[in-house]
């Protein structure tokens, strides 16, 4: 029952951290002021998950082979690549230099 | 001056060749995610399986939609007690706030179902493609249709394997496939840094973030968006 109960709680609360701004929001327009906040705030909350994903990659993965094959997914990404193009471009030289790094190691 | 990202107007309908092409675009966009995302899905599996309610574990899968608060708020139960699960797994989610005001005028042209339905499933990579797909042309059924699309993509491979996890265990552990994740991230950060104040932003929050990984709870992250925040208010005014 407990389980169930912290389940529904947290399901209810972050639906309505999702749900809230969208209906605060109805019709209403936001100054430029705010909009470059939220956009700010968007940039950076994925540059963190990016950043926290690759250290939590790092437990099982070799962490320099993770930091170049990010780098070069960095600078597909920078040259216009799709999403498909910087993870295939990225995994093979993640899968390279780990496959490298293990036969060194 | 600061480059500033906008909307594109666009029509409300679409035709329905174009509403098939938005529908293979949104869950062909997310797919890298679901690959990326496979590993984090696993463990939560065995954590759910783990746990003395697996159906209930499990049911978080679609009821939360967050994997760290998922997988804090089944660890804390046994440790600290529901409240404190509560709270945790709240904590964590509290980032959605930023996504949810992210998107707000994006959508605000959208009927009130989809907003409810779109809302359910914003997530992070959900969120970053839904960004990404407001900045292109096309009509607001196109729209809904490539977010919709994206966002079941990466609900019913979510919970798929996160019950895999909960059967199978870690037997797929050592595959590689944790690298996918950070590189899809990278690919929505990356056309945001030719903007000075969001490239500001992006890297304070990446320091910040390495700075306050073992931070409880979600406050590392919080107090990464906050500081990316703050730097690119820096910048921006450093620069008029």
New interface residues.
Partial sequence: MTTWVVIVAVGAGSFAFRWLPLRLHDGQAGSACLDRLIRRAGAGATSALAVSSLRDGATSGAMPALAIAAIVGLIVALRGGTILRVVVTGSVVYGTLAGVLSALG | M?A??TEVDAPASCSPNEHLTEIRAGA??MA?FV??YA??ALVIGAAVAA???PI??W??SW????GS??LA??RT?DDGG?LL??LT??LI?????????????H??RQPRWF??V???L?I?PT??LA?RRATQPGSDRAQRAYYLAAGLTLGVGWSALIAVGAVAGNIV??V?L????????????????KDG??RA??????L???VA?RWPAGT??LA??A???AG??LV?RRST
């Fill in positions: 600061t500033i990202v062909l966009a890298p690959v990326g590993p984090f746990h003395g309610h209930a574990g049911a978080g009821l939360i939609y967050g608060a998922h708020a089944l139960i529901a699960a509560i797994g709240l989610n509290a980032r959605l706030l930023v996504y949810s005001a992210s998107v707000a005028p959508w605000q907003r409810a779109g809302a359910a914003l992070d969120w970053a960004e552990s050592g590689g944790e690298v996918a994740a950070p590189l899809c991230l990278i690919s929505l950060v990356a056309p945001r840094l104040d969001t932003a992006a890297i304070v929050a990446a910040v973030s390495v990984a590392g992250m990464a968006i500081a990316g925040c690119a208010a921006g």
